[in-house]
Structures are given as C-alpha cells and as structure tokens.
C-alpha cells in the first residue's frame, strides 16, 4: 500500500518508513557494539551490487540510472531484517507485518470494486499494476497460514487464516493471470502441512480452502473469469506478448554475453529489434542477464541458491513454508521484471533470517522441565536403615537414677 499516499513525484511511505528503519537499525547496532556474522546471502548480494558498478564504469553514461540507486537501498533491507530479527519472535514478527500490510491492499482493492465496479475492467489497490498487486499479494498467503499454525493465541491465529480468502478474492480482482498461477502454487502450503495438524486445524483448513473458493467464484467478475480461462492460450501465445521481449533479450544477450548493457539497459538493448515502443523485459533472469551479462546472472543465480540452501537445511514445517514461499516468489519473478522488487528482497531476507534461526536451534520447540520432587515442611523424616538394630528404649534413656 505504498502508493495510497503519493504526493507529486514521491511516494510518502517508502521513503518514511525506509528512513525511520534504516535509523533505527543503525542506531540499534551501534549501541549494541557488535554485528552478526554475515550469511553467503549477503555477500553474494554485496558482490552483486558492487558488479552492477562495475558494469556501468565499463559501458558508461551520463549519469546513474535511477534502478541502479535501488540496489543499495536493497542491500540496506537485508541487512537490517539480518541484524534486527536474530530470534525466532523477530522473523515471526516481520512475517505478521508483511501480512497485515497486505490485508491493507486487501481491503482497499475491495472497496475499490465496490466503488468502481462498472468503470473499471481490473483494479488495485492505491493505482498499483495489477500484476505487481496479486504477486504481493501470494506471497503473504504462505506466511499467513504458517503464521495461522506456530500461534497460539486464538484472535491472531484466526486473523492469519483469515487472510487466505481475502487475498484469494483481491487476486481474482487483479485479473492477473500470473498471479493466478502464483497464488495456485502459494496454496500448496495447505495440503503440504495438513499431514501435522490436529482433527481441529485440519477441519479450519478444509473450511478455509473450501470458503476462498465460494468467495472467489461469487465476488469475482465475468470479464475476469473469461480472462482467467484464456490462460492456458496465453501460454501458448507467448504470455502476452512477452515472448518476443524474451527472444529480443536473449538475441542482445549474444552481443555482449559477459558485461551487458548495464544497470536499467534493457530496453536500449532490445529497440534495435522491437523499435522504439519497447517495454521492459517481464523476467527477472532474462533482465538480470542483458543488463549485467553471464557473470552478473551467475551472481544473482548464487544469491538465490545461497537461500534455497539454508531454506532446505530447516526442519519439518518451517522448511515446507520456506520452500513454498520460495517457489512463489520464484514464480512471480518469471512474467515480471522483480529482481529489484523490495517484496522479494524481503522474501529472501526473511528466509535466510528463519534458516538461521533453524540452524542455531532456536525453533526447536521447548521441551517441559523435569517434575520436581515434593518439598516436605518442617525438619526432614530421618529414616534409619533396615539393617541397623535398634536400641531399647531403656537403654536409650539409662538408669532411673541417673
């Protein structure tokens, strides 16, 4: 929902709240006169920041690409969720975040169609793409429903589960196709975690699949379902046309296959084939591999598997959440050009801060004390062994006259 409060030429939200963050986080560092050991997520992404200057050195320009000032900014996300979410709580924290932020754009997109339901063929919370909205929108579904399971307190679990109805419905009204496929593979959380839950949580995740499916078909708009149902031609046509961008890029690629073209050069990379009314490449890897070439996409590539690794390492349900999350981000990155997305940064970042937590035993479950053995009160029962003889009385008390 950072385009709800736009003034001319600059969002409010981002730009507040990166700031407070980015103070606070600094602040909090330093006072605390230590930093964590960095994971191979970070250096890659270091490395790959630092590549992207590189390559801009190297092909030139007037002045740096306003995409090549997001790179550090990205870099400065993951750091702070990395040295300000150390615990379990603290990932679960920033994860209840994310997803109350959506239940923001949730309700705004819904009362948007409720306002503009005749006007308008898709909508958006805040004027949002479409298809930016309904890819951040799967990718709280996960985390809302992992959420819904680790709580115990009754009124925040339910309002995670909530979310899964709600999202699936704003998503319809997105009219995204890609982010119907995203939020299809965003559900695999379900069933995947069914196979851990009690009589009760199992019967609260039929009824919530059962209850995102009546919404959706009930609420979402004719136009919208036809425009679902041509999705399987859209694959077959090349998604839109995003499949001549793709085979433009991949023909720039071959030009310059090591450096490319630099930060934001997509679009000058492909205009000698598509001409002037280009657009930007609608994959992630694809943009990554003609703007930094084939050394800059290993980086990249290496940043990923850095994630999926330490995701795989996890235990039980955190390591299906986790893989989960990933697979919908990674699916929200092919038909869309994400790789400088602050969603999947955060995604990455917050994966790598619950694997870490994993690997140092901090989501372990607790295990319950040893009962302890019951205090007696007053002076302690002296028991006298079975063998010892014992004394007679008489003896104890010696002689009458004494």
């Known amino acids: 929902w950072e385009r709800m409060l736009v003034l001319p030429g600059m969002s409010v939200m981002p730009k507040v709240t990166g700031a407070l963050a980015l103070g606070l ?3 909090t560092a330093v006072l605390s006169g230590r930093f964590r050991r960095v994971h191979p997520f970070q250096l890659m992404a270091l490395l790959f920041v630092l590549w992207a200057g590189v390559v801009l050195l190297i092909v030139g320009g007037a002045k740096l690409p306003n995409k090549y000032w997001t790179w550090p900014q990205l870099l400065l996300v993951a750091w702070m969720i990395w040295e300000l979410a150390p615990s379990a709580n603290r990932v679960r924290g920033l994860l209840t975040a994310y997803v109350f932020g959506a239940y923001v754009a949730v309700l705004n997109t819904l009362l948007l169609y409720r306002r503009e339901a005749g006007a308008l063929r898709r909508f958006a919370a805040g004027g949002a793409d479409p298809n930016d909205l309904a890819m951040v929108l799967a990718l709280g579904i996960p985390m809302a429903w992992y959420l819904g399971t680790v709580y115990h307190r009754p009124l925040l679990r339910w309002a995670c589960r909530a979310y899964l109805p709600a999202a699936v419905v704003a998503v319809g ?7 119907l496929l995203a939020t299809t593979v965003a559900l695999l959380i379900v069933p995947l975690s069914m196979t851990r839950l009690s009589p009760g949580r199992l019967a609260a995740a039929i009824s919530m699949l059962a209850l995102a499916g009546i919404l959706a078909v009930a609420y979402t708009p004719d136009r919208l379902v036809q425009r679902f149902a041509s999705t399987g031609t859209e694959l077959e046509g090349g998604l839109g046309g995003r499949g001549r961008l793709w085979r433009a890029g991949l023909e720039a690629f071959t030009q310059r296959p090591l450096v490319g073209y630099g930060t934001g050069g997509f679009r000058v990379a492909i ?14 890897f694809i943009s990554v591999m003609v703007e930094q070439g084939a050394i800059g996409l290993l980086i990249y590539l290496a940043m990923l598997a850095a994630v999926l690794l330490s995701a795989y390492r996890l235990r039980h349900l955190e390591r299906r959440f986790a893989l989960v999350l990933l ?3 990674l699916m929200a990155m092919l038909p869309l050009t994400w790789e400088d997305r602050r969603a999947a940064w955060v995604v990455l970042s917050t994966v790598t801060g619950l694997a870490a937590v994993g690997a140092s035993g901090g989501l372990v479950p607790r295990q319950p004390s040893p009962a302890r053995a019951p205090t007696l009160r007053g002076r302690p029962k002296v028991t006298r062994p079975a063998d010892r003889p014992t004394v007679p009385a008489q ?3 010696g002689p009458a006259s004494a």
């Open 271 to 284: 205009t000698p084939m598509l001409g002037e009314n280009v657009q930007v490449a609608h994959n992630s």
């Open 25 to 27: 986080a600094v602040m």
């Open 173 to 179: 009204l997105t009219g995204s196709r890609g982010g």
């Open 327 to 329: 697979a919908t981000l």
């Open 395 to 397: 003896r104890r008390a």
